[in-house]
């Protein structure tokens, strides 16, 4: 592997997961006047939580925000340094929301940055992951439901479909919303998990 090669690697790593790891929750729920939202429902920083002290705009500015962390970066990384760093980029800056430096690596779920960095990089599988987790949340009302049947379906049609990179980066992006939503699973299980809109 060529030297720039090697750099190129260490760039979309480095400024993917930067970019992932600006708390946009915490920071907007603070200048908002609603506290510390590590604090409130959940305790992450996402916009979920956000969600539920009830101000519905920071809410949608976070999940923007969250999102445009893995989509922006991703597609600038990929425009100036091509395939596959793009990939690279999205999924350290899903890494960076979910274990963010500033804050001891405890960040978000990475939900909304995983749809971001789908529908900038690989927009056929950022749509079924809509329809997916829309149509389960709307049914059941569980956010975390919805994004993690999407993330199980995405990962196989990904796998089975997408060439090897953009499969790799579904897949990656996929095991870790998992690993996040681990808590989640257990208090779906149990019949505790929070609702969508539900106040912490």
């Known amino acids: 592997m060529a030297s720039y090669d090697i750099l190129f690697w260490l760039f979309a790593i480095g400024i993917g997961y930067l970019a992932g790891s600006i708390p946009f929750g915490l920071l907007l729920a603070k200048a908002s006047g609603q506290g510390d939202i590590r604090k409130i429902g959940s305790g992450n920083i996402g916009a979920t939580n956000v969600l539920r002290t009830g101000r519905k705009d920071i809410a949608a500015i976070t999940l923007l925000l969250d999102a445009a962390k893995a989509g922006l970066t991703g597609w600038f990384v990929q425009n100036w340094l091509g395939l596959p760093f793009g990939y690279v980029a999205a999924s350290a800056a899903l890494i960076g929301h979910c274990y963010p430096i500033w804050l001891g690596f405890k960040g978000g779920k990475g939900v909304a940055t ?10 056929p599988i950022g749509i079924l992951a809509a329809v997916i987790w829309l149509a389960t949340a709307f049914i059941t009302k569980y956010s975390s439901l919805g994004a ?23 897949g990656v992006m996929s095991v870790v919303i998992l690993w996040r939503h681990r808590e989640n699973i257990i208090r779906l299980k149990n019949g505790e998990e929070s609702k969508i809109g539900q106040k912490g």
Not at 155 to 169: D, K, W
Request: with cysteine; proline share 6%; glycine share 10%.
């Open 148 to 170: 993690l049947i999407a993330c199980v379906i995405c990962t196989i049609v990904s796998v089975v479909f997408l060439p090897l990179s953009p499969g790799v980066m579904v």
């Open 114 to 123: 995983f749809f971001g960095g789908l529908f900038a990089l690989v927009w």
